[in-house]
């Protein structure tokens, strides 16, 4: 089945919203062709997410394979399934994974191993999960992470849950799995040509450090990884490991790179929810988004706040712990905008919280 392409849509709609050529993601271990060589499939995830995409890209006597899904043995059984149906008797030429989630390189030790196939990473997503894959310890129980968390206003117990909670994530389907000992680097501006199809490397930063997309410029399509999501926002947060990191700014820096990159007309190929049309639309609506929830902070602190009381201001739902860390995460890194920006100012506390303040115009200026 070929979905329908950017051809076959009205110019005027796809500039003007976003929309989606096909309503359902195709059933796990099933694939779609979305594009001409172009196979899309899904994965299932156990989260409220419900499903990571994977696409198999057709070239010369073989595929190539861009993000995997999770390392569980569920999704083990599914590639199973599209290597015997779909990919054998030919190979896999190469595997792609745009960055180091756990949802994004799950598979790719295995199956670069069974095809001897090629792993193309971004250095810096490449050695980070290295670096998370061979960690034994967790960053809410060391000396670092208490520290970091603590300033933002977590209770010492609450941190001791969560340290045994993240202690026991071997066995956690979000768990990072290892990775092949070598791989080929991709950097922004690259080429890869597969199939009779050129494709540029467009790299962007905030959700991870070195995401890497593919935008073939002929066919005006988009592998975006999660750096452009159509429903969902990627997480963008600050952590321990680099406590006085800026990645809002990087997200926000990298949206504009692609607003001037890639035409609105582009068929986005996602690494969540439907492939969908109407690009600078979605990235405008992801800038405003932020800008938004920093204009929530800047009011809310006026009276100084610790950064964990910024929580139910930007996000009014309920919160398990692994998601309140995440949230804290994301709250921080708007925080360090705001605070480059020169909107906020921080109040260092000796032994307690760091506050941060509204500045007002006079001290901005």
Known sequence: MVI???MNMPI????????YPQQKEPEPGSSVEIAPGILWLSM???SSLAFINVYLLRDNGGWWIVDTGLSDQKTSKLWERVISETIKPDSVKGMICTHMHPDHIGQAGVITELFRSDLFMTRTEYYQARA???NTGNSHSNWIGQSFYEKAG??????AQVGKMWANRKEDSMS???LPSGYERMEDGDTLDIGGRKWQIIVGSGHSPEHACLYCEEDRILLSGDQILPVITSNVSVHASEPRANPMKNWMDSHEYFLSKIPDDTFVLPGHNLPFFGVKQRLHD?????EERMRLITDYCETPQIAKDLLPILFNRALDPRQTMMALGEAIAHVHLLLERGGLERITRENDSDLFKTKTAEESS
Request: aromatic content about 6%; hydrophobic content about 40%.
């Open 4 to 6: 329908i392409s950017r």
């Open 12 to 19: 005027d709609t796809a500039l003007r919203e976003i929309s």
């Open 44 to 46: 299932p995830m156990p």
């Open 132 to 134: 998370f894959a061979n």
């Open 154 to 159: 977590m209770d010492k117990d609450y941190l």
């Open 176 to 178: 990072m799995p290892g």
């Open 286 to 290: 992801l800038i405003e988004h932020h």
